[in-house]
């Protein structure tokens, strides 16, 4: 079947991508492409050509699922080529998004015309990659590179109007941007104009240059090891050092060996698990989510008041329940502190913050909850405090509703039980600050609706949030997981290791902070509560809590603040406090490398990542690399702990598990089955996919 269809229309033949669902450049594309300029070209009867597409996309980009395997002909630039150098003029009519390739399609053509609704953009940096057919070339030659560079550096989409000033459009229509792309197309054929690219390099000027290269300064400065940074930057100079087919032969060169990039594999991985981690399995489109119009949340805490403003941000109102009117006031305060630090900084105005407070109904007592097509408890992690919530709850609730509780570890079912409608009853689990962290943990407990879930994942995608749904069980996917981390840490200080050792490991893998800077911020006195509820213990960790140091808010944790520092210094008496503890372990203290701290840390967590798996915790690896990238600081570019874990490979991570399990004599160190089977197999978590 053929992906792109050729129809003449008058004067001007017209070629048709339909390629659902974003119309992808696929080797199929790429060929009918080719073949339509050709067969235009070879019709006297045509004397202009237009690129148009049906479906909600222009062109989405070059097809992410063909990177990596072997290239299939024609390539993308030699298509864009044979675009650019057609006898008759071609003109683009952009109906939807022109992403990546999409955007160099049309930048090959001699016109471009588009809807208003269209929005343009190269967003290849964010898979870690360059634009790669010619758009490093060509946009800075059409807009100049001050405008193209930023368009490139932040891979994000310009709307149609913001392309027409910028000179990247000739015309927007309100309506049939094929019947204004003919119109176009016509009048070039007429006017004989030249393309973009034969414009002289003399045609960029040199205050664009001098703007080019101040931008370019300050992008290297924060690009944090990315490759693709200074390689858009060598590729865009390029553009005004050489001639076209020169530049372009540098960008794909520098295209093709970022593709090969472990980083951009990663990036690709996270892009493709985003995508999945939307299906939830068991759940089909005929499942529909409820109306929510209006919600109710229990508990003006930190926690209870985040979830409030991301109500709020949303346009949706929201009564913000508490028990006492002074806990409550306090609530609303914090909120209104946290919009005006917004308001200071100019990311929200005056009016807005207005607008967003008055959606926020604080009320007294749980009967508030009444009108709410959504409820979602905030309050103490206690399960007798949840339970005589959602028991109240069950009374004053209309029917309908869904009831969802916060927690962070607690079993949702014994919270249902509370209740006479357990099919209502779900978990949404935000992170702290809830405004802002983009994870929400949707926990599926056994006998709950799944339109109750569907609700809950479409909400979350109002709320601006990556929803991900999760099975009931201690800490679900992502504080399961961390507790590992946790203790692997304080095995480390134990054995030998120092609390800015075990930071700067992570740091230098990545993350922005490492576990003892998160705890200091944190409050270490949570982690003591939690433990001491639960009849756990952490020698270290007991001892800091002990002796009063909960972390920055009282000036010392693991690290000490001096005069409210955020960035602490190492302590001397905390490192002589782990010696002494080392010490009447019987430990003889050893140092360790960066990468034996990393291994420690990470491969018991990719141990009970496998465990999740075969718990049916998580519904696919790639839903956990979600939780750890958008709830727990885990860099993108590292592609989540399993896609890290296959990059490492399964066998090598059973066998340090195995010598840790040894040497620490601790059952739960030893590889999870899974992890067994799949590394015996000498496969990785990718192929559970299939
Ligand atoms: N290649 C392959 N598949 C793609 C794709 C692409 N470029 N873009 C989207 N898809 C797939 C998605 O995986 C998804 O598949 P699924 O239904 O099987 O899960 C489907 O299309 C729909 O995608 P979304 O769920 O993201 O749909 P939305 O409507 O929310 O968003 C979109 C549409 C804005 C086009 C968004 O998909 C998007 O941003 N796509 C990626 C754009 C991009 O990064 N392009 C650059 C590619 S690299 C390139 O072009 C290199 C070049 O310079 C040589």
């Not at 030699?78 to 071609?90: C, F, M, Q, T």
């Not at 003399?202 to 080019?212: C, H, K, N, Q, Y």
């Not at 553009?239 to 530049?247: I, R």
Request: net charge neutral; aromatic share 6%; proline share 6%.
């Amino acid at each position: 079947m053929t992906k792109v269809q050729l129809e003449v229309r008058g004067k001007v033949a017209i070629a048709t991508i339909d390629n659902p669902p974003v119309n992808a450049l696929g080797a199929a594309v790429r060929e009918g492409l080719a073949a339509a300029i050709k067969q235009a070209n070879a019709d006297a009867s045509v004397v202009a050509i237009v690129i148009a597409s049906v479906g909600k996309a222009f062109i989405a980009g070059a097809d992410i699922s063909e990177f990596g395997k072997p290239p299939a002909p024609p390539s993308l630039p030699d298509v864009l080529d044979a675009i650019e150098g057609s006898a008759k003029p071609v003109v683009a009519a952009i109906q939807g998004v022109a992403l990546g390739g999409g955007l160099e399609v049309a930048l090959a053509c001699h016109g471009r015309v588009a809807l208003p609704a269209a929005r343009l953009g190269l967003p290849e940096i964010k898979l870690g990659i360059i634009p790669g057919a010619g758009g490093t070339q060509r946009l800075p030659r059409l807009i100049g590179a001050a405008k193209a560079f930023p368009m490139m550096l932040s891979g994000e989409p310009i709307s149609a109007g913001k392309a027409l000033e910028y000179g990247l459009l000739d015309e927007i229509v309100s309506s049939d941007a094929v019947a204004a792309a003919v119109h176009l197309a016509e009048a070039l054929a007429a006017e004989g104009r030249r393309p973009v690219t034969s414009q002289a390099t003399g045609e960029l000027t040199e205050l664009d240059r001098e703007a080019f290269e101040a931008l370019a300064k300050d992008a290297l400065k924060k690009a944090e090891g990315m490759p693709n940074v200074p390689a858009l930057v060598e590729a865009v100079r390029a553009s005004f050092a050489l001639p076209f087919a020169e530049g372009a032969a540098v960008e794909r060169k520098l295209f093709l060996s970022l593709l090969v990039d472990e980083r951009s594999k990663a990036l690709r991985h996270v892009f493709f698990a985003e995508r999945e981690v939307a299906k939830v399995p068991g759940i089909g489109p005929e499942v529909k989510p409820r109306e929510i119009a209006s919600a109710a949340v229990i508990g003006a805490g930190t926690m209870g008041g985040g979830i409030a403003m991301c109500f709020a941000n949303a346009g949706i109102p929201v009564t913000l329940i508490e028990t006492a009117k002074a806990a409550l006031d306090n609530g609303v305060n914090r909120i209104g502190a946290i919009y005006d630090i917004s308001v200071s900084r100019g990311s929200l105005t005056p009016e807005a913050k207005a607008a967003r407070m008055a959606l926020i109904k604080p009320a007294v007592g749980l009967a508030a909850a009444a009108g709410a097509d959504i409820v979602v408890e905030a309050a103490f992690e206690e399960m007798g405090v949840k339970q005589q919530i959602f028991g109240e709850l069950d009374k004053v609730a209309k029917p309908g509703a869904i009831l969802a509780s916060n927690t962070s570890y607690l079993d949702v079912p014994t919270i249902a039980a509370a209740t006479k409608r357990p099919q209502d009853v779900i978990g949404m689990h935000f992170f702290s600050p809830a405004n802002v962290m983009k994870l929400l943990e949707i926990v599926r407990p056994k006998g709950s609706a799944d339109d109750a879930i569907a609700t809950a994942v479409a909400l979350g995608r109002r709320l601006g949030k990556v929803p991900v749904v999760v099975g009931n069980g201690f800490g679900f996917v992502g504080n399961r997981m961390l507790e590992q981390r946790t203790r692997a840490a304080e095995r480390l200080l134990v054995a030998g290791a120092l609390p800015h050792e075990v930071d700067a490991a992570l740091v230098g893998f990545g993350f922005k902070m490492g576990p003892f800077a998160m705890a200091d911020l944190a409050g270490n006195d949570i982690g003591w509560r939690s433990r001491k509820a639960r009849g756990l213990k952490a020698a270290v960790a007991d001892a800091i809590c002990e002796a009063g140091w909960f972390g920055q808010k009282t000036g010392r944790g693991y690290y000490i603040y001096p005069q409210g520092a955020r960035a602490g210094q190492r302590c001397p008496e905390v490192e002589a406090l782990i010696a002494r503890i080392s010490a009447e372990q019987g430990v003889t203290r050893r140092s360790f490398t960066q990468e034996e701290i990393l291994a420690r840390l990470l491969d018991p967590m990719v141990n009970e990542g496998a465990r999740i798996l075969e718990a049916g915790i998580a519904a696919r690896p790639g839903d956990i690399d979600i939780v750890w990238i958008n709830g727990y600081n885990w860099p993108a570019w590292r592609g989540g702990p399993m896609f890290w874990a296959d990059s490492v490979g399964l066998d090598v991570i059973v066998k340090r598990l195995e010598a840790q399990a040894a040497e620490i004599g601790d059952k739960a160190l030893e590889p999870a089955p899974l992890l067994m089977r799949l590394a015996a197999e000498g496969k990785g978590f990718a192929d559970l996919r299939a």
